[in-house]
Antibody, heavy 118, light 111 residues
Framework: QVQLVQSGAEVKKPGASVKVSCKAS????????MHWVRQAPGQGLEWMGI????????SYAQKFQGRVTMTRDTSTTTVYMELSSLRSEDTAVYYC???????????WGQGTLVTVSS | QSALTQSPSASGSPGQSVTISCTGT?????????VSWYQQHPGKAPKLMIY???KRPSGVPDRFSGSKSGNTASLTVSGLQAEDEADYYC???????????FGGGTKLTVL
């Protein structure tokens, strides 16, 4: 069965970076793009960007350009999302989500809470 | 502020029907038949309920249906059940730059 398993919760200080992992299993890793979506406490969903696991190409939301980097490791079927220059407003649950060509997400990771606090 | 506009709340009694709307623009909802809806229970990841405006994934009850008219998409939940109480988010493709946009979410309460 398809599973997306994310790394555990993180607590970071303002200005630091965080790297969240998402290990995919149960399907051909390179056949589906992966997206990252975040959700601040009590808020809605926010699209961050996309990575093509085949070649590693990426596209990021303008809001995160210059601060976010998405990578993948095909040998471990894992995608990563690194966010730098963290500020308190980046406190959120970060999700990876498998993307279908019909522009929807059929499987989501369990989420990773990133808390930014001094 | 979210790109797509949803009413913050909706409610209905068990057995009733409720419709949640999602308003965008011709650059997203109105421009593509790529609207999807997600259900999210507290502390859980979103779950796909509707894709491509009106298609239901396997395992989603047929009480859930979707439609679109112009720049507004709708999710209708018929025969409300207690377990339908959750937050619902709409999403749309928005072109190669913005890619995916979400609504702010609607909290559905089953009275």
């Amino acid at each position: 069965q398809v599973q997306l398993v994310q790394s555990g919760a993180e607590v970071k200080k303002p200005g630091a970076s965080v790297k969240v992992s998402c290990k995919a299993s149960g399907y051909t890793f390179t056949s589906y793009y992966m997206h990252w979506v975040r959700q601040a406490p009590g808020q809605g969903l926010e699209w961050m960007g996309i990575i093509n696991p085949t070649g590693g190409s990426t596209s990021y939301a303008q809001k995160f350009q210059g601060r976010v980097t998405m990578t993948r490791d095909t040998s471990t079927t894992t995608v990563y999302m690194e966010l730098s220059s963290l500020r308190s407003e980046d406190t959120a649950v970060y999700y990876c989500a498998r993307f279908w060509s019909g522009y929807f997400y059929d499987y989501w990771g369990q989420g990773t809470l990133v808390t930014v606090s001094s | 502020q979210s790109a797509l506009t949803q009413s913050p709340s909706a409610s209905g009694s068990p057995g009733q029907s409720v419709t949640i709307s999602c308003t965008g623009t011709s650059s997203d909802v109105g421009g593509y038949n790529y609207v999807s809806w997600y259900q999210q229970h507290p502390g859980k990841a979103p779950k796909l309920m509707i894709y491509e405006v009106s298609k239901r994934p396997s395992g989603v009850p047929d009480r859930f249906s979707g439609s679109k008219s112009g720049n507004t998409a709708s999710l209708t939940v018929s025969g409300l059940q207690a377990e339908d109480e959750a937050d619902y988010y709409c999403s749309s493709y928005a072109g190669s730059n913005n890619f995916v946009v979400f609504g702010g979410g609607t909290k559905l309460t089953v009275l």
